[in-house]
C-alpha cells in the first residue's frame, strides 16, 4: 500500500509564548489569519498552513519536550510571495529580524531569510 497525503489536511504546530504578538505580526505582513483563540492563531502563507499554539495548551504529555527551548532551531520555512521588495519592506517596518538582504539563489530565484517573533526561520522569495 502506498501513502496517501490529502492536500487540506496537512499543518504544521509551533509554539508561541505570545499568541497576540504573533498574529499581529503575520497580519503585519499579509497573511491569512484563518483562526485566532487565546491560546491558537492559524496562519496560511498560501498553501503553508501553521497552527501556532502556547506551550502550555500541549494537550499531550508525550509531546511536551517540542514545546521546550529555541523554537526555531533548524528549521526554515520557504514561502513564495507576489512582491519580495514589499515583504521585505513591510517585515522592516514592523521590526522583524532579517538576516540577509534580497539575493539571487543558487537556482535562479531571489529570496530574503527572516525570522518572526518566536524565532522560527522564513525565507521570502520569489
Known amino acids: ?3 496517501m497525503f490529502k492536500k487540506k489536511t ?7 509564548h505570545d499568541i497576540k504578538s504573533t ?3 503575520f497580519q503585519a505582513i499579509e497573511a491569512e489569519i484563518s483562526d485566532l483563540e487565546a491560546d491558537k492563531v492559524v496562519v496560511n502563507l498560501g498553501d503553508l498552513e501553521l497552527h501556532f499554539v502556547t506551550p502550555q495548551s500541549e494537550p499531550f504529555q508525550e509531546y511536551q519536550f517540542v514545546a ?3 523554537f526555531g532551531g533548524g528549521n526554515i520555512f520557504y514561502v513564495e510571495v507576489d512582491n519580495l521588495e514589499k515583504t521585505f519592506n ?6 522583524g529580524r532579517i538576516y540577509s538582504q534580497i539575493q539571487k539563489n543558487h537556482w535562479g530565484c531571489k529570496e530574503f531569510l527572516f525570522q518572526d517573533l518566536n524565532g ?3 525565507v ?3
Open 1 to 3: 500500500n502506498k501513502f
Open 10 to 16: 496537512n499543518f504544521n504546530v509551533l509554539y508561541s
Open 23 to 25: 498574529a499581529r505580526f
Open 68 to 70: 521546550q527551548g529555541n
Open 90 to 95: 513591510l517585515i522592516h517596518e514592523i521590526g
Open 120 to 122: 522560527y526561520n522564513f
Open 124 to 126: 521570502a522569495y520569489k
